[in-house]
């Protein structure tokens, strides 16, 4: 009987639980679910991912209760697709990333698995980060070696392209496995969420719809560009520590106060769409870097970011010079939400078998590592 594991995702959007039953060899689906945080939750995660007063005790309760929150999405999805827990035989929770300092070897995630175990019944594979920041590496992202075990084309050229609350891209050329690389190309809907939250009350900008009513302000844009993570080059990875909405309001002060800011360009809308071109930039620059090896081929793009239109339809234009087609992971029979879920799901799979999770070339580590630990039922 093929064994079934649960994947379970929270990404640095904070916007809820993705969660998914799979089987592999080949992949199957046989259920999904998402869950959405309620407010004061969601509050207390964002608070935890910069430093502030009283840290450890604030951590340990949100711990404690992203835990109880997991465990309760995981035996809602079991009773109500009706699946054999005799036949699941681990869930991967990938926690919440409340801190992300791969230049110090760390990386922190919360949503306590040993709680998870206990309300399930079901063994929990997690921590996946420390064992490749151990042997050197960045921790992340991870899911550039699910990519290629599901994605890669013996004859096309293929990006796989995630769009959470940060961007990152797997490069995958055609039938040429050692040369699979990937990584963070830089913020995707973590600025653009919390800018149209602030000034239109929407948790996000629907299709892009109000960045396409704006225009991009060059001068912001630069000043934006000048962060030092845009300049490093590969392996690298970020979170909320590097790009968040009290960054982003230092360099509007510091823009508004140079000799070159124009107040009517200075509108929410004209600084959304800028916003959305830094995405839409540092994916077209990470992407033609490749260009000797991959001149052109098959973007595909996954996570919440893929179902803003307007995204797509700049990212499309933005690679027009070399022929890149921009379309979503649903045409290769995998709907762009539960692609991240999958792939935890996938490496608890790995876990369970002995195998490695992680791409070196991808995040910098030392060689192949088995990821995660396990608790006991």
């Known amino acids: 009987m093929t064994a079934v594991y649960i994947g379970?995702?929270?990404?640095?959007?904070?916007?809820?639980?993705?969660?998914?039953?799979?089987?592999?060899?080949?992949?199957?689906?046989?259920?999904?679910?998402?869950?959405?945080?309620?407010?004061?939750?969601?509050?207390?995660?964002?608070?935890?991912?910069?430093?502030?007063?009283?840290?450890?005790?604030?951590?340990?309760?949100?711990?404690?209760?992203?835990?109880?929150?997991?465990?309760?999405?995981?035996?809602?999805?079991?009773?109500d697709n009706k699946l054999d827990r005799s036949r699941i035989r681990a869930i991967g929770s990938h926690g919440q990333t409340i801190r992300h300092r791969p230049e110090?070897?760390?990386?922190?995630?919360?949503?306590d698995a040993h709680i998870i175990t206990e309300l399930t019944g079901i063994p929990v594979v997690y921590d996946f980060r420390s064992r490749d920041l151990a042997a050197g590496g960045q921790g992340a992202p991870l899911v550039p070696?699910?990519?290629?075990?599901?994605?890669?084309?013996?004859?096309?050229?293929?990006?796989?392209?995630?769009?959470?609350?940060?961007?990152?891209?797997?490069?995958?050329?055609?039938?040429?496995?050692?040369?699979?690389?990937?990584?963070?190309?830089?913020?995707?809907?973590?600025?653009?969420?919390?800018?149209?939250?602030?000034h239109t009350g929407q948790p996000y900008d629907e299709n892009g719809d109000w960045a396409a009513y704006g225009q991009p302000v060059r001068s912001l844009l630069e000043r934006l560009q000048e962060h030092q993570f845009f300049s490093k080059e590969p392996p690298k990875s970020t979170g909320r520590e590097d790009f968040n909405l009290?960054?982003?309001?230092?360099?509007?002060?510091?823009?508004?106060?140079?000799?070159?800011y124009d107040e009517l360009e200075d509108t929410p809308e004209n600084i959304q769409a800028t916003l959305m071109k830094l995405t839409t930039r540092a994916i077209?620059?990470?992407?033609?870097?490749?260009?000797?090896?991959?001149?052109?081929?098959?973007?595909?793009?996954?996570?919440?970011?893929?179902?803003n239109?307007?995204?797509?339809?700049?990212?499309?234009?933005?690679l027009r010079k070399h022929e890149w087609s921009v379309q979503t992971t649903e045409v290769l029979g995998l709907a762009p939400t539960w692609v991240e879920a999958t792939a935890f799901a996938w490496l608890a799979m790995r876990f369970c078998e002995g195998l490695s999770g992680n791409l070196p070339a991808v995040t910098g580590a030392k060689g192949f590592r088995v990821l995660g630990t396990i608790t006991s039922v």
Not at 104 to 111: P, Y
């Open 8 to 79: 379970v995702m929270t990404g640095t959007s904070m916007d809820g639980l993705d969660l998914v039953a799979a089987s592999f060899d080949p992949l199957q689906l046989h259920a999904t679910l998402t869950l959405h945080f309620e407010e004061e939750l969601r509050d207390q995660l964002m608070a935890l991912t910069l430093p502030d007063d009283n840290e450890i005790d604030r951590m340990g309760i949100v711990h404690v209760a992203l835990g109880k929150m997991i465990a309760q999405g995981v035996n809602q999805l079991i009773e």
């Open 104 to 111: 110090t070897g760390f990386s922190l995630q919360i949503g």
């Open 145 to 198: 070696a699910f990519h290629q075990e599901l994605f890669q084309h013996p004859s096309i050229h293929r990006v796989i392209l995630n769009l959470g609350g940060i961007a990152n891209v797997t490069m995958l050329p055609a039938d040429h496995s050692e040369l699979v690389y990937g990584f963070d190309t830089g913020p995707a809907n973590i600025l653009m969420d919390a800018w149209c939250e602030r």
């Open 246 to 260: 009290e960054w982003l309001d230092d360099q509007i002060s510091d823009w508004r106060n140079d000799l070159d």
């Open 284 to 307: 077209k620059k990470a992407i033609y870097r490749s260009k000797d090896i991959m001149p052109t081929g098959e973007v595909y793009v996954c996570g919440g970011g893929a179902y």
């Open 309 to 318: 239109s307007h995204l797509l339809e700049q990212l499309r234009w933005r």
